[in-house]
Nanobody, 125 residues
Framework: QVQLVESGGGLVQAGGSLRLSCVAS????????IGWFRQAPGREREFVAA????????DYADSVKGRFTISRDNARNTVYLQMNSLKPDDTAVYSCAARTRTIATPRSPREYDYWGQGTQVTVSS
């Protein structure tokens, strides 16, 4: 079992920044990759970014490329999502997810095994 806890969400004006954190506990040695996803009201969950445990592989959705940065501190079992130049369209519940089945950084939520509870990000115009 792997437990994930997100934090760092909040209300910010367009153009502002937030940094989300995802702290993992439990069988963290079994985690091959961490992904960030978001879901806005009435919309499907969408991929935001992912990073492998070794940090050799990093992937971003086109909508956030150049604005968001995913990083990880393995010593702290923490993955961060630095979000800059935020837009109202970025408003959503952001969740992190852990993949333990195989080495990969997929974009489909179905490919991840454990999920955090999510943190709300609201960007005002």
């Amino acid at each position: 079992q792997v437990q994930l806890v997100e934090s760092g969400g909040g209300l910010v004006q367009a153009g502002g920044s937030l940094r989300l954190s995802c702290v993992a506990s439990g069988r963290t040695f079994s985690v091959y990759a961490i992904g960030w996803f978001r879901q806005a009201p009435g919309r499907e969950r969408e991929f935001v970014a992912a990073k492998s445990r070794s940090s050799l592989t990093t992937d971003y959705a086109d909508s956030v490329k150049g604005r968001f940065t995913i990083s990880r501190d393995n010593a702290r079992n923490t993955v961060y999502l630095q979000m800059n130049s935020l837009k109202p369209d970025d408003t959503a519940v952001y969740s992190c997810a852990a993949r333990t089945r195989t080495i990969a950084t997929p974009r489909s939520p179905r490919e991840y095994d454990y999920w955090g509870q999510g943190t709300q990000v609201t960007v005002s115009s």
